[in-house]
């Protein structure tokens, strides 16, 4: 009976999950029609409507989703313990869901994934990039990528290195403009914001007459916007001055298309970059894989420039 039921949730999670009965039937080796008798069966046993079907869809009823969110954690629980008890001679291999955000989505992770595939080839990845925030568990993520201090939670988390935030512009806008020489200059300049984080139109600089060392000038400028993505666009086509993460501007300044401003006052601001997974899944050879990978990949921050972009003295990295 618990055989029958276990089957019947993998089956109503990969017709979900491949969004619709016949990708789910090619991947479990079924019939469309089988996948459809399987589900009906297990709504008939629970009395309620687990998907609204089309001729080319299903989509979730409310009940759909609150049991699709619990079977998704029961079936990774039991292959968390399957493969725990084979843990000295498991192979990575299955889907691993990964959250991450759209910085190191986009500017980092992409040109190294065929090494990881090429090392783990029975991994199946399923990577969300956004920056809205997630829950590990209710959503049903192996791993996440996250920026910044982390709560206390019981999370398990791996350090991956420190990223940095840098002030740069392009050569052109400077020979325009001028070259800032102290913090105060760039009240002057057209600064690049984003929008969404505006505590980050104070940029900190070194101080020692200030208290704590440290003093903020409140920039400005004439555009902003709600990713760095597009800020780091407009400052190569010398919009104006940027403050951003160097794993987001990195590219831009070994190429010479954006250089350091002010880099020898410029104070540094330590941001952490954390792999954090569900506990116990840690211990599942993908998850485990694609960490590790990680940490290799990016624990010296391949993105930093060698000349030094972030103008203090280094204290383990700074701003992200």
């Known amino acids: 009976m618990a ?6 949730m993998a089956v109503f999670v990969r017709a979900v999950d491949s969004g619709g009965f016949t990708p789910a039937a090619r991947a479990l080796g079924l019939t469309p029609s089988a996948v459809s008798k399987v589900i009906t069966r297990l709504e008939a046993r629970l009395g309620v409507r687990l998907l609204n079907r089309t001729t080319r869809s299903v989509s979730l009823t409310a009940e759909g989703q609150q049991y699709h969110q619990r079977a998704q954690r029961i079936l990774a629980e039991i292959e968390e313990a399957e493969q725990e008890a084979a843990a000295g001679r498991a192979t ?22 065929p090494a990881f595939f090429a090392r783990c080839p029975e991994v199946e990845l399923l990577l969300t990039v956004t920056d809205r925030a997630v829950d590990l568990v209710d959503e049903g993520f192996d791993l996440a990528v996250r920026l910044g201090a982390l709560p206390d939670s019981t999370l398990v988390t791996r350090r991956i290195c420190d990223v940095e935030r840098v002030i740069c512009a392009a050569p052109a806008y400077l020979k325009r403009h001028g070259v800032p020489r102290v913090p105060e200059d760039l009240l002057r300049h057209n600064c690049l914001r984003l929008t969404q984080r505006p505590q980050l139109s104070h940029w900190p600089f070194a101080d020692p007459q200030a208290p704590g060392g440290v003093r903020t000038v409140e920039v400005r400028g004439n555009a902003s ?18 403050r951003l993460a160097d794993m987001t501007v990195g590219a831009a300044l070994r190429d010479g ?9 410029h104070h540094v601001e330590p941001v952490p970059m954390h792999a954090v997974m569900q506990p116990g899944r840690h211990r599942l050879p993908r998850v485990a894989a694609m960490v590790d990978f990680l940490v ?21 990295g700074s701003s992200a």
Do not use: C, K, Y
């Open 257 to 265: 298309t954006l250089v350091p401003v002010l880099a020898n006052r």
């Open 3 to 8: 055989g029958d039921r276990v089957g019947e």
């Open 225 to 242: 916007a709600s990713n760095a993505e597009t800020l780091v666009q407009w400052a190569v086509q010398g919009l104006g001055i940027v």
């Open 296 to 316: 290799e990949r990016f624990g010296a921050a391949p993105w930093r420039t060698p000349v030094g972009t972030a103008a203090a003295p280094r204290r383990g």
């Open 92 to 113: 990575p291999r299955g889907a691993l869901r990964m959250h991450v955000g759209v910085a190191f989505g986009l500017n980092q992770l992409p040109p190294v994934l």
